[in-house]
């Protein structure tokens, strides 16, 4: 009977202890695919180094030094690359085909980086917007690289 109960609390344990990373999965837009150097992810203003694995929400940045890069693949499949000295912010990004909402609205700030399109661009392509401080590029299902100087 003592050995029952051992498992049985090590099993609430352990589904205690799972339940917090489970909600968190439910919000990521997507994970870091890559990363190497000085690579980072700005969240709520801390920097966070970027690891291979890592989850991706929305509203996070995207940061790297002068020998960083970073690549991250969201969950409809879009991949994003930042190079050297770059920096993008993902303002908004939304994933739900069976609730109909897509968006994905990311900033580059500085740097040089590279898009590949997904699922939201070919399900909704006016739901795809990238920004520049100078320019706004809707895309329609392509994949294009950018260099934004500061």
Do not use: C, H
Not at 15 to 37: D, F, H, N, W, Y
Not at 60 to 80: F, S
Not at 130 to 144: D, F, Q, W, Y
């Amino acid at each position: 009977m003592a050995n029952r109960r051992f498992w049985i609390g090590t099993f609430a344990a352990l589904l205690a202890m799972a339940t917090p990373v489970a909600a968190q999965e439910q919000g990521a837009a997507g994970r870091v695919k890559i990363a190497s150097g000085s690579a980072f992810i700005v969240r709520a203003g801390a920097e966070i180094p970027a690891v291979a694995g890592a989850v991706v929400y929305e509203a996070d940045g995207l940061k790297t030094g002068a020998d960083g890069r970073i690549g991250v693949t969201l969950k409809d499949n879009t991949r994003v690359s930042i190079g050297p000295t770059s920096e993008v912010s993902l303002d908004r990004y939304a994933y739900a085909p069976g609730e109909g909402q897509f968006a994905f609205a990311m900033k580059v700030v500085r740097g040089v980086a590279a898009y590949v399109s997904g699922q939201i661009a070919k399900l909704s392509p006016d739901a795809v917007r990238l920004e520049t401080p100078t320019a706004i590029v809707g895309v329609r299902g392509t994949s294009l690289a950018m260099r934004v100087e500061p």
